[in-house]
């Protein structure tokens, strides 16, 4: 990897020029002078690569989610309602991160799909009653690291990050992610976008 190759060059440079050292018997003077300057290259790789390795630390590593994969949409829906609402969901899980969506719409789950959780409903908790009062998306980067995730078990146990998106008045749309730190700015206006084309045909049907 790029990030490791100038530690990589420093540390063969250094011992290449301490391996030449060793075996010439005549120093001259204007070798002794390039081996100080090769030396000094080297300790500046070095610096630069462990420096490297703090301003770009390692991604974090994807995991496999708990949980069956299957797609569930309530059945009183309206067939429009249904054929945009697979269609949001898969737009979502084909082009972001999102392993798991959840959408919770006038007091019911609608929809489920992705790899699914153990409990089959949708039950509000403070973070999803905080999104609809204030209509604005929470995004949770890192779930493990939250009190209130345990109001999500309706995604795998072990969803790493969680957008909750507000669908109107009534309801939202959770995201779950199987890398934490993973939805970009850009990915997050996509779910807006997505959110509120789905609040206006709702709001027809309610």
Not at 53 to 60: A, H, N
Not at 111 to 132: C, M, Q, W, Y
Not at 149 to 170: M, S
């Amino acid at each position: 990897m790029v990030r490791y190759l100038p530690l990589v060059v420093g540390f063969i440079g250094g011992i290449g020029i301490l391996a030449n050292r060793l075996v010439t018997l005549n120093l001259t003077p204007s070798q002794a002078r390039a081996d100080a300057l090769g030396i000094l290259l080297s300790a500046v790789l070095i610096l630069i690569g462990l420096l490297w390795q703090q301003f770009q630390p390692k991604p974090p590593e994807a995991v496999d989610l708990i949980g069956e994969t299957g797609l569930a949409i309530a059945d009183d829906l309206p067939e429009a309602v249904k054929t945009e609402l697979a269609w949001a969901s898969h737009i979502l899980l084909t082009n972001t991160v999102t392993k798991a969506i959840a959408i919770y719409y006038d007091r019911q789950t609608i929809l489920r799909r992705g790899i699914l959780g153990k409990n089959p409903e949708v039950h509000l908790g403070a973070i999803g009653d905080r999104v609809i009062k204030t209509q604005k998306p929470v995004y949770l980067v890192k779930l493990e690291l939250y009190p209130g995730r345990l109001e999500f078990d309706y995604l795998p146990e072990n969803t790493q990050g969680v957008i909750v998106q507000p669908l109107g008045a009534k309801g939202i749309m959770v995201l779950g992610a199987n890398i934490p730190r993973s939805y970009t700015k850009q990915d997050e206006n996509w779910v807006a976008a997505i959110a509120d084309k789905l609040t206006h045909s709702l709001e027809k049907v309610a």
